[in-house]
């Protein structure tokens, strides 16, 4: 059941329909557990596409084993296009031939922040004029929290075939990014801290790995992740 949520999220499926075999006797019981699961929902939202991510999903089914799926998408038809053609223009002008897979990551880390300030607003009061914690506010507004730098950053990792998926926290998100068959942290909003001399760029949380984070962090909990989903950075 848990595969069939991820396809239709990363398919980008706004509606759809399956049906429980009898022989899965379990088959409703889990999908209520499931669509009733907010932080297992979210976190299988982060291994799809980001275009394909949802900002609601209901689930409905009935006693002949029918469950119908509903989404709401976080970006738009034309969000994609805007996104889609910004990204191609950016790769166009920074990203060379030449450019090994590091380098290119690290091009389009240190153009995302140099374009782009935390949206210190939306982080406060919940509330922002720009779509801060999309894509759309770190690429096209300028603005953004986490999320809108880490699917903003996703989008290009799957413009270049790297493999990469969103990891969360409680609080928080980044991505997580396969570099010479290693899984490593790529965190664009603590390279991008809020500051009172003017913009800051940093590549503190550049690539780094499990031990690398821990010692960055500090004692904060930011980056506490549940190893049992985000099984590849074990």
């Known amino acids: ?6 396809s239709i999220i990363n398919n980008g499926w706004a509606d759809f329909t399956f049906y ?16 009733n699961d907010d932080s297992l929902l979210t976190n299988i939202n982060n291994f799809a596409h ?4 949802f900002a609601n999903i209901e689930t409905s089914y009935d006693d002949s084993g029918e469950v119908n799926v509903s989404l709401k998408k976080l970006y738009s038809d034309d969000d994609k296009m805007i996104i889609n053609n910004k990204v191609n223009s950016i790769i166009t002008a920074e990203i060379n031939n030449d450019m090994n897979d590091t380098q290119k990551i690290r091009t389009i880390h240190d153009f995302i922040i140099n374009n ?3 949206d210190v607003e939306r982080n406060e009061k919940g509330t922002s004029a720009y779509a801060s914690n999309t894509a759309y506010g770190a690429l096209i507004d300028g603005k953004a929290i986490c999320s809108g730098y880490a699917d903003a950053m996703a989008i290009f990792l799957n413009k270049f075939n790297i493999p990469n998926f969103k990891i969360a926290s409680g609080t928080h998100v980044w991505n997580a990014v396969k570099i010479n068959n290693e899984w490593l942290h790529l ?6 801290p809020v500051s009172n001399i003017g913009p800051i760029l940093d590549h503190k949380y550049f690539l780094i790995n499990n031990e690398e ?3 960055a962090d500090g004692n904060l909990t930011d980056h506490t992740f549940d190893k049992t989903i985000y099984q590849e950075l074990k």
């Open 20 to 35: 429980c075999p009898k022989e899965y006797d379990s088959c409703l019981k889990d999908v209520q557990k499931i669509s």
């Open 50 to 53: 980001p275009l394909n991510s």
């Open 213 to 215: 984070l821990s010692k």
């Open 187 to 192: 965190d664009l909003t603590w390279d991008d």
């Open 116 to 118: 782009t300030e935390y």
């Open 1 to 6: 059941v848990k595969n069939i949520f991820y």
